[in-house]
């Protein structure tokens, strides 16, 4: 699935603040965002992460709920975030679909916001188990544009 369609291949999902999109990786899926600011992917890969269980656009945002994460380097930062949201969607029943990332000195902060799992509303394709080491890259891209991705346990 690319950009939140079902379709093999194409064009990622693009806005203005970044683009996120899926890759194939054995039994598992990779989630990738990208975005102007290493935030920006990170929030891009967040709602790629939302789109492996259901459509970010069928997700309210009725909660808001704040992470916080430390890491020596931004591939752990990656790990870290995603890891907190999994958590909060299995702990509290949430799914997400607005992201707010600042990143400075290896500590995010964030506020995610989005709504209770309705299941016949968001209808669940998957449980996401958590975030991987497999993959796990942030990096700036040759046209100054950050990427950051992993594989997710599914």
């Not at 679909?97 to 290896?106: E, L, T």
């Amino acid at each position: 699935m690319t950009g939140g369609r079902a379709r093999a291949a194409g064009p990622a999902a693009a806005g203005p603040a970044g683009e996120w999109e899926h890759f194939a990786h054995g039994a598992d899926i990779g989630v990738r965002g990208r975005g102007a600011t290493a935030a920006q992917a990170f929030e891009q890969a967040a709602l790629a992460l939302t789109a492996v269980v259901t459509s970010p656009a069928q997700v309210h945002q009725q909660v808001s709920v704040s992470i916080t994460c430390r890491a020596p380097d931004l591939d752990l930062l990656l790990y870290e975030w995603l890891n907190s949201l999994v958590f909060h969607m299995a702990t509290q029943h949430l799914l997400f679909s607005g992201f707010d990332v600042r990143i400075a000195d290896g500590v995010l902060e964030a506020e995610a916001r989005g709504q209770l799992v309705d299941v016949q509303r968001h209808a669940p394709a998957v449980e996401v188990k958590g975030a991987t080491l497999t993959e796990l890259a942030v990096r700036q891209d040759d046209d100054g544009r950050w990427r950051a991705q992993c594989v997710l346990d599914v």
